[in-house]
């Protein structure tokens, strides 16, 4: 498949939830071939993937499941799919949240995440509901599609957080069995198709949110956030416009040290006032970082 080429998303979205596994070493996977029983159970491939590993896959509009897997999809949209989204829609994240999303919290965690909400469709069961962008021609939002759209058919996870000397990321491959893109001639290494979706990007600027929730996920889970909390996390996340109003129009500079050029770049900058958000995040979460209070605030 090429960059330009719509390509319909998986129907478990896997690898952004995967990024977010307990901080601990998983079962040895097995390998060798994946058997129907296998795919019965599951579409997640016990096969343990690097860089260079190398799969055949290719989606394209001929295929004849082409769409089928955008349909009955779990998709957590990442802090940078909201704003590349509703950037796309012309809405605030406000209005994107409020049309697009459902909240949720994520399994065994106290993390608020959201995921995106898909259409009534008359007929259609839960596992027949569509994604709200996909048409038979393809995906309306394609050149801003959602991080795990970009990933499918692979999935990334991540044994730690960053600053552990002994995590590690490796890839899955998430096989289902309707997909057909499989039986296609095209063949990839995992670094190679990670360039050709456009994932480096995304996965950079999504690293120090999906960081934080790797950290939480490693706590004990009697361990819980306050409803305040979860309220700060949410803000910083996903409503990126009510987050610049939060920094800019309530006490927070009084109460934190931002000098005059960061202040000028969140102000017009929504990437980085995202990475201000998470540098902040940490610091109120963990007390790590180079954020600091201002000295009338303790």
């Not at 159970?41 to 955008?70: M, N, W, Y």
């Not at 009534?120 to 959602?146: S, T």
């Not at 991080?147 to 289902?176: H, I, N, Q, W």
Request: aromatic residues 12%; charged residues 25%.
């Amino acid at each position: 498949m090429t960059a330009g080429t719509p390509m319909a998303s998986s129907a478990i979205k896997a690898p952004v939830a995967a990024r977010f596994a307990a901080h601990h070493k998983p079962n040895t996977f097995n390998t060798g071939d994946v058997s129907m029983e296998q795919l019965k159970e599951g579409p997640i491939q016990p096969v343990r993937l690097g860089p260079d590993s190398r799969f055949t896959f290719r989606c394209h509009k001929d295929v004849a499941c082409f769409t089928q897997c955008c349909r009955g999809i779990n998709i957590i949209l990442t802090p940078y799919d909201i704003i590349r989204l509703k950037n796309r829609l012309g809405l605030s994240s406000e209005e994107f949240l409020a049309v697009y999303t459902d909240p949720q919290i994520l399994e065994k965690t106290d993390i608020p995440v959201v995921t995106l909400r898909l259409m009534e469709a008359e007929g259609a069961g839960a596992d027949g509901k569509p994604c709200p962008f996909v048409r038979p021609e393809g995906c309306l939002v394609y050149e801003d599609r959602p991080t795990s759209c970009r990933y499918y058919p692979l999935g990334a996870a991540s044994l730690s957080f960053k600053d552990d000397p002994d995590g590690e990321e490796f890839f899955f491959m998430v096989r289902e069995a309707h997909c057909l893109g499989f039986a296609e001639d095209t063949s990839w290494t995992v670094l190679e198709w990670r360039q050709d979706q456009g994932v480096d990007g995304n996965d950079r600027i999504n690293a120090q949110w999906a960081d934080l929730i790797v950290r939480k996920r490693s706590f004990p889970p009697n361990m819980h956030w306050t409803e305040q909390t979860k309220q700060m996390f949410f803000l910083a996340s996903y409503n990126i416009d009510k987050f610049r109003t939060f920094v800019f129009e309530s006490s927070f500079l009084k109460r934190y040290v931002v000098d005059a050029a960061t202040q000028e770049r969140i102000r017009n900058d929504e990437v980085a006032l995202l990475e201000f958000g998470m540098k902040w995040l940490r610091f109120l979460l963990f007390k790590e970082g180079d954020f600091k209070s201002a000295p009338s605030s303790g």
